[in-house]
């Protein structure tokens, strides 16, 4: 019993190389490249609840083919902003993303409280992100990136004080390119 356990953990763990980002990057970057194979965890039902699980939205949103359709939708969407930049067809289809929720306002006990609602629940992650980078676009628009590594197709929000950030993961890309890099010289003897 313990290993079924063991082994559907195993199973459901997040595969993609970068994850924490801030939730609109972390939904684009549901596809990913490695080792020159595509990856999208955004396939089936079940990456969208690995996905979920990952952003803490698993107890907010159902692992259901209508949020994965919405989800799916919305991250095409990021994608083409971030990577074309804005056009009248981007900002339309993120527009009609936003359309689909507002966030409300409360006093709690603490205060201020926000609560974001949606016309249909399958669309919350969606939103979420569609905010978020809103949020990041404010924030700082300098600062959200892709990856400097010609096959990566992963994006980061760069937090060094410098700015200057290159790779989605010094580990994985970076040490890519100084190994590139390192095969030149010895090949050219430089």
């Known amino acids: 019993m313990q290993h079924e356990h063991g082994l559907q953990?195993?199973?459901?763990?997040?595969?993609?190389p970068?994850?924490?980002?801030?939730?609109?990057?972390?939904?684009?970057?549901?596809r990913w490249v490695d080792d020159r194979v595509q990856h999208?965890?955004?396939?089936?039902?079940?990456?969208l609840a690995v996905w979920l699980r990952s952003a803490r939205l698993d107890d907010r949103a159902a692992a259901d083919r209508s949020t994965l359709d919405?989800?799916?939708e919305t991250r095409e969407v990021?994608?083409?902003?971030?990577?074309?930049?804005?056009?009248?067809?981007?900002?339309?289809?993120f527009n009609r993303v936003l359309d689909r929720g507002a966030l409300h306002y409360r006093l709690g006990p603490s205060g201020r409280e926000e609560h974001p609602r949606t016309d249909d629940p399958a669309w919350l992650p969606s939103w979420l992100a569609a905010a978020d980078y809103l949020r990041l676009m404010i924030d700082g628009p300098a600062r959200v990136k892709p990856c400097a590594h010609p096959d990566c197709v992963l994006h980061f929000f760069d937090t060094t004080k410098s700015g200057t950030r290159r790779w989605c993961s010094m580990?994985?890309?970076?040490?890519?390119?100084?190994?590139?890099?390192?095969?030149?010289?010895?090949?050219?003897?430089?």
């Open 70 to 72: 919405a989800t799916v």
């Open 18 to 30: 970068l994850v924490g980002e801030p939730l609109c990057l972390d939904l684009v970057n549901t």
């Open 78 to 93: 990021l994608l083409a902003l971030l990577d074309q930049g804005p056009s009248a067809e981007t900002v339309d289809a």
């Open 171 to 190: 580990a994985v890309c970076g040490n890519r390119a100084k190994a590139a890099r390192h095969y030149v010289r010895a090949k050219t003897g430089r």
């Open 40 to 47: 999208d965890l955004l396939e089936s039902t079940g990456g």
């Open 9 to 16: 953990q195993q199973e459901s763990a997040d595969p993609r």
